[in-house]
């Protein structure tokens, strides 16, 4: 977030008509265990507040968190807080599919006057059928 604050600054400081210094975008990665700690409220809150309209935020939306399955505990409606606090929300790109990854990133480059999450849906261990993590997630059911 600070990265985006600065950016907004030094290009209100420095950009003049024809003359564009500073102009780049913030991205930040997130996962389930992210969004649902209450700084990232705050953050949220703030950065929609100021209009960080060049930070984007990619939400790796997987069920998952440090803790385990997030189902039956974690039941926030994040588009609709992010939308709340005033971002540009991408939802539903399925996270294991790059042209929906590249065309939600190009849509959320496309709003400058907000700040942008999408929301990408994927399954943890996908397309690694070997992997310890499946292997974690099978023995649990």
């Not at 389930?32 to 949220?44: F, L, N, P």
């Not at 539903?92 to 496309?110: M, W």
Request: glycine letters at 10%; a negative charge.
């Amino acid at each position: 977030m600070g990265f985006a604050i600065a950016e907004k600054t030094l290009a209100a400081q420095f950009n003049r008509p024809g003359h564009t210094i500073v102009d780049h975008h913030t991205w930040c990665f997130l996962g389930d265990g992210c969004v649902m700690e209450g700084i990232s409220h705050e953050a949220a809150s703030f950065a929609g507040t100021h209009q960080l309209g060049k930070l984007i935020a990619i939400y790796d939306d997987n069920g998952i968190s440090i803790d385990g399955e997030v189902e039956g505990w974690f039941t926030d409606d994040t588009a609709k807080r992010f939308e709340a606090y005033g971002w540009h929300v991408v939802p539903n790109v399925d996270g294991h599919k790059p042209e929906e990854i590249k065309a939600a990133i190009e849509l959320a480059k496309s709003h400058d006057d907000k700040p942008s999450l999408i929301i990408c849906k994927t399954i943890i261990g996908f397309g690694a059928p070997t992997s310890r993590v499946k292997r974690m997630l099978t023995a649990r059911h």
